[in-house]
């Protein structure tokens, strides 16, 4: 019985042994075969480290690709201290190459980490640097790839643009609105290293970077590039608190160009102050319009039915009286009897003060938010504010009549150029946009593309024929006319707004803008500028606004190819304007055919013989009244 007992104990035992025996195979099975990919992960990682390699953010170009945001190559200086042996002399040494003191590199040298990215001291390091560093052949001391954000035309589009911190995060403007975008995924050198951090004997792994993505703009770099040389002019000569011009595509709201002053160079952004970092003008700044403002009401009278411009009369006296406040014209003793379209032309206070009243201020500033103003355009920019318009329960005659020729509300410029686009347009608004598509780095593929994008109709395009006329006559006839280019039919409207400050206005301190369309029978084209208190001038934005705009105007036509109109608005010539005209073409012709041909202008020959063989300036030219034209004979 005994024995029996025993016997069935051994057996019991020997199958405990057998199953323990096969669970262990099991589990050694489970760990080499099923789990030995997750282990050798988790091993990996115990030896493993890696040196950063940055990726580089997505390239910014203009609508025809030229590059306006890049990457320069540089290097960062990357420490093992485990693998440092002489830690005094490399801390030594590093700190004399560098620049820093001893204290400051012994910080890094002797830190307890795996790896020490030396910074700031050691990112973005010259070549000559970063050649003294390699030629010492330290272990332990790496240098590895660093991209750094390069603009390289400095100043040229900075607020749109933005600028990149030392990480290459995106700080500002387009930089930040698509940092998720632009920013790409860093890559990596793996090597191999035992619990001391002494490198072992295998093979490096490179892991590639991945590039951002790279953002074509509606920009256009001339047209940009004028609106810059322009501003910087309007500096030099008028020493303005700030200045800022807007391009846009009135039939898509497209943004051409876009510029401000102050403005700054965004490969050194450190050294301007928040201020001007912060404010892009064009969308952040809100400003009583002035009369560039007239437009929107008289295009929303022409749409009401309510004035005739050629046919309807206004008698100005020179001031109008509104419960017991006097509304002045800027002409002492008025313009007498005019018709409305007069009143536009010569920008006449009590005419739109007319306007306004016979509009009511139900309808008038339901066409004011119709146009946009009071909300935020929607442009692809952060830092846009809203403007202020009145509530309509706190309008009385006063109010109303001061808003119907642009005082007592505020708005921002690219509410105006998207308002007067509107006008212009047929009646459609658009809202404003500046990124044109954004595409994949290598293959150039577009994963995202922006479009036209309707927020309403505001007028008939039977209203925006009579309005683009309208500004039409006010370059050729009235405040305009510094504006006025011989062949091609401009429209616009000049506006001189007294700015506000803690509730009073400030004597002498004015802003003076000038809206423009180019060409006015088929508009490509909308133009803003506008002068924030310069000093040493006229105040009057027809003599300060309008001669610079037509500068611009000039680069506009030339950059989008407008041809010559045969259609145009005749000039009302001033005693101290210079007329143009177009210098006929006289090749082939005798010099006696020519000089009757080119009557008025003077005439200088060369060579010899009774035929012209070439000319200068060229047919079609203009040329001002007793210009010279050079005559080649033979």
């Known amino acids: 019985m005994f024995l029996k007992n025993v016997n069935k104990r051994i057996k019991i035992l020997f199958i405990m042994m057998v199953c323990v025996f096969i669970l262990i195979i099991l589990r050694v099975f489970y760990i080499q075969v099923i789990d030995y990919n997750k282990l050798k992960k988790y091993a990996s990682s115990l030896w493993s480290r890696e040196l950063p390699v940055e990726a580089d953010r997505g390239i910014i170009t203009d609508r025809n690709g030229v590059v306006l945001a890049d990457n320069l190559t540089t290097t960062s200086l990357v420490l093992i201290p485990n693998q440092i042996k002489n830690k005094e002399e490399v801390t030594k040494n590093l700190a004399e190459i560098l620049g820093v003191s001893y204290e400051d590199m012994k910080e890094h040298v002797y830190k307890v980490t795996s790896i020490e990215r030396v910074h700031p001291e050691g990112r973005r390091l010259s070549f000559e640097v970063a050649d003294k560093i390699s030629a010492l052949n330290y272990d332990g001391v790496y240098l590895v790839k660093e991209s750094k954000r390069n603009y390289p035309y400095k100043n040229l589009l900075s607020h749109s643009l933005g600028y990149v911190g030392i990480d290459n995060q995106g700080l500002s403007g387009l930089e930040l609105q698509y940092d998720e975008y632009l920013t790409g995924s860093s890559g990596a050198i793996k090597y191999f290293s035992d619990a001391k951090g002494n490198k072992l004997n295998m093979s490096e792994i490179y892991v590639e970077p991945t590039n951002g993505m790279n953002i074509n703009l509606t920009i256009d770099i001339n047209i940009q590039k004028s609106l810059e040389r322009e501003l910087d002019n309007i500096v030099d000569m008028f020493s303005p608190d700030n200045a800022l011009a807007i391009v846009m595509d009135p039939k898509s709201g497209e943004i051409l160009g876009m510029a401000s002053r102050p403005d700054y160079d965004p490969n050194h952004y450190q050294d301007y102050s928040s201020e001007v970092l912060s404010r892009n003008l064009p969308i952040w700044s809100s400003y009583e319009p002035g009369s560039t403002f007239k437009i929107i009401t008289m295009s929303s009278a022409v749409e009401e039915k309510i004035v005739d411009l050629d046919k309807d009369h206004f008698y100005d006296s020179g001031s109008v009286k509104v419960d017991g406040s006097t509304l002045r014209c800027w002409k002492a003793g008025g313009h007498g009897d005019q018709t409305f379209l007069q009143v536009l032309q010569n920008s006449c206070n009590p005419g739109f003060v007319k306007l306004g009243q016979t509009l009511g201020k139900d309808r008038l500033f339901s066409y004011i938010h119709k146009f946009g103003f009071g909300d935020k355009t929607g442009v692809d920019l952060n830092g846009e504010a809203t403007g202020i318009i009145f509530d309509l329960e706190r309008v009385g005659n006063v109010e109303l009549s001061t808003t119907a020729f642009g005082q007592g509300v505020s708005v921002t410029p690219i509410q105006q150029v998207a308002a007067v686009a509107s006008v212009v347009n047929g009646g459609y608004l658009y ?145 101290n304007d210079k007329i143009m005209y177009e210098v006929p073409n006289v090749v082939g012709k005798s010099v006696s055919e020519a000089k009757k041909l080119l009557v008025n202008f003077q005439i200088e020959y060369s060579g010899s013989g009774e035929k012209v063989l070439e000319q200068t300036p060229n047919p079609g030219d203009m040329q001002e009244d007793g210009g010279v034209v050079k005559l080649l004979l033979g």
């Open 431 to 575: 809202q404003p946009y500046i990124v044109k598509s954004i595409s994949e780095g290598g293959t150039n593929t577009i994963i995202q593309e922006n479009n036209k994008k309707l927020i309403r109709k505001t007028i008939s395009s039977e209203t925006s024929l009579i309005m683009r006329r309208a500004l039409e006559y006010v370059v050729a006839k009235g405040g305009g006319k510094s504006a006025y280019i011989e062949g091609y039919r401009i429209g616009g409207k000049t506006g001189t707004a007294q700015k506000v400050e803690n509730g009073r206005y400030l004597v002498g301190n004015y802003i003076m803008s000038f809206m423009s369309v180019v060409p006015a029978n088929d508009p490509q084209a909308v133009f803003y500028l506008a002068i924030d208190n310069p000093k040493k001038t006229a105040l009057l934005s027809s003599y300060t606004t309008t001669p610079i705009a037509r500068r611009i105007l000039l680069d506009i036509i030339d950059t989008l190819g407008i041809e010559k109109q045969t259609e145009e608005v005749e000039k009302d010539y001033e005693w």
